[in-house]
């Protein structure tokens, strides 16, 4: 699966988000070491702190369906021109070893990072 069409998952799942408080949608798809795609959007509450990120949907939605490791990530919201993962969900990746995270670019363009770079020193550096 391209970049782009990793996005397009992600930018799908968002239509789909529950944002009544901020009305900022996020989708986020994650690619298990299976191949297999898995999309979340995130879930608002008034109690904002449980909140659910798109990621952490996504992931717990691949988790749930018996993946373990995940390849790569991408976050995206139709409401801002580029969104980076929250900490928490920087960290969730880290957990099931998320290689590489796509987000789309200020020119719309599919922009790659590492997650070293995004979380250098991840609390799974003790392993």
Same mark, same amino acid.
């Given at each position: 699966?391209?970049?782009? %069409?990793?996005? #397009?998952?992600?930018?799908?799942?968002? %239509?789909?988000?529950?944002?009544?408080?901020?009305k900022l949608r996020v989708g986020a798809a994650v690619i298990g070491a299976s191949g297999a795609v898995y999309t979340g #959007?995130? +879930?608002?509450?008034?109690?904002?702190?449980?909140?659910? &990120? #798109?990621?952490? +949907?996504?992931?717990?939605?691949?988790?749930?369906?018996?993946?373990? #490791?995940?390849? $790569?990530?991408? +976050?995206?919201?139709? /409401?801002?021109?580029?969104?980076?993962? &929250?900490?928490? &969900?920087?960290?969730?990746?880290?957990?099931? /070893?998320?290689?590489?995270? +796509?987000?789309?670019?200020?020119?719309?363009?599919?922009?790659?990072?590492?997650? !070293? !770079?995004?979380?250098?020193?991840?609390? $799974? /550096?003790?392993?």
């Amino acid at each position: 699966m391209t970049d782009q %069409e990793l996005l #397009a998952a992600a930018l799908a799942a968002s %239509e789909l988000a529950y944002a009544r408080y901020s009305k900022l949608r996020v989708g986020a798809a994650v690619i298990g070491a299976s191949g297999a795609v898995y999309t979340g #959007a995130n +879930v608002e509450n008034a109690a904002y702190s449980s909140t659910l &990120c #798109a990621e952490a +949907v996504a992931i717990g939605h691949a988790i749930a369906s018996g993946e373990r #490791a995940l390849e $790569t990530a991408a +976050v995206i919201s139709p /409401d801002l021109t580029s969104i980076f993962p &929250c900490g928490q &969900c920087r960290q969730r990746m880290a957990e099931f /070893d998320v290689q590489r995270v +796509v987000m789309e670019g200020p020119d719309g363009e599919p922009v790659s990072h590492t997650l !070293e !770079e995004l979380l250098p020193g991840s609390f $799974t /550096d003790w392993r």
